[in-house]
Antibody, heavy 125, light 106 residues
Framework: EVQLVESGGGPVKPGGSLRLSCVAS????????MNWVRQAPGKGLEWISS????????FYADSVEGRFAISRDNAKSSLFLQMDSLRAEDTAVYFC??????????????????WGQGTLVTVSS | DIQMTQSPSSLSASVGDRVTIACRAS??????LNWYQQKPGKAPKLLIY???SLQTGVPPRFSASGSGTNFTLSISGLQPEDFATYYC?????????FGPGTKVDF
């Protein structure tokens, strides 16, 4: 059974840092791209970062570029998000999500097929 | 970035109804469109990938269509467990973007 379990959320002051973790099980972690998606209270979903299986392709949303860093440890089936210079608008539930490539009629399509339960980050003075 | 819009933002329906949700992309995304269902306090669940392919385990009352910039998600014979918020998401570029969501309630 595929499982993703996030941890590391909590209260933090503006300008502070936090490191989120996501431990995966039930699949060959190193074979999959992974993502972080967040959801501010009462708001919609916002994709924030993606990392390839070998960590050689990394992408960020403009809203976090330069402040957040995604990484992974395939030996420990773990995904991380280092969050620095946190702002009030970073307050959200942060989900890790597995990135699935499926071939349909000769073309590969990506989707987020498994998600963790989320961890809440609250940035407030 | 590719912008995604959805309509309506919310709708009221009854058990047994057929409901349709629209999603539009700011540029052509071919069939790189996914649909998710989210219930309060829970993680999103993948329903549809590649615009019209049903994810394993998702009931066939869910269907979707579209390509290019215009997409729809339909639920035929709404069930009590289908009352939730639905999001579309483009995967045409790696900087994924989601629509703002459509809340389906009573």
């Amino acid at each position: 059974e595929v499982q993703l379990v996030e941890s590391g959320g909590g209260p933090v002051k503006p300008g502070g840092s936090l490191r989120l973790s996501c431990v995966a099980s039930g699949f060959a972690f190193s074979s999959y791209k992974m993502n972080w998606v967040r959801q501010a209270p009462g708001k919609g979903l916002e994709w924030i970062s993606s990392i390839s299986g070998s960590s050689n392709h990394i992408f960020y949303a403009d809203s976090v570029e330069g402040r957040f860093a995604i990484s992974r440890d395939n030996a420990k089936s773990s995904l991380f998000l280092q969050m620095d210079s946190l702002r009030a608008e970073d307050t959200a539930v942060y989900f890790c999500a597995r990135d699935l490539d499926v071939e349909v009629a000769g073309t590969f399509y990506r989707s987020l097929d498994y998600w963790g339960q989320g961890t809440l980050v609250t940035v407030s003075s | 970035d590719i912008q995604m819009t959805q309509s309506p933002s919310s709708l009221s329906a009854s058990v047994g109804d057929r409901v349709t949700i629209a999603c539009r992309a700011s540029q052509s995304i071919d069939s790189y469109l996914n649909w998710y269902q989210q219930k309060p306090g829970k993680a999103p669940k993948l329903l549809i990938y590649a615009a019209s392919s049903l994810q394993t385990g998702v009931p066939p009352r869910f269907s979707a269509s579209g390509s290019g910039t215009n997409f729809t998600l339909s639920i035929s014979g709404l069930q009590p467990e289908d009352f939730a918020t639905y999001y579309c998401q483009q995967s045409y570029v790696t900087r994924f973007t989601f629509g703002p969501g459509t809340k389906v309630d009573f």
